[in-house]
């Protein structure tokens, strides 16, 4: 199987609804980075997964829906496990994907793939 990643960066806001009760209930914000990792059993003709400006349209979905904005907006309990899941299902229309992780923070992560 063959793999490629690319990352995404961006800055937002947002806050954790309840139940959740803890300091993250309160907006704020993170300078969040999205690694997509797209697979193929086969290589397209030019020898590539697929071309990483293909995704250019994730880059654009993300910059509009998700920076300098409120993630509430888009995800209504915007963990970065439900961020990965709505960006996977996002993803997944267009592309053969394997996963989406979300970092809220260097050390922090969420994944949802298959």
Known sequence: MYRISKT???DAAHRLMPPYEGKCSHMHGHTWRVEIVLVAE???PCGMVTDFTDLTPLRNYIAQRFDHATVNDTVEQPTCENI???LYDWASAN?????VRVW???TSWGEYGR
């Open 8 to 10: 995404f960066e961006f």
């Open 84 to 86: 990965a899941r709505h």
């Open 95 to 99: 592309w053969n994907v394997e996963s």
């Open 104 to 106: 809220e923070s260097a």
């Open 42 to 44: 086969v290589l397209n």
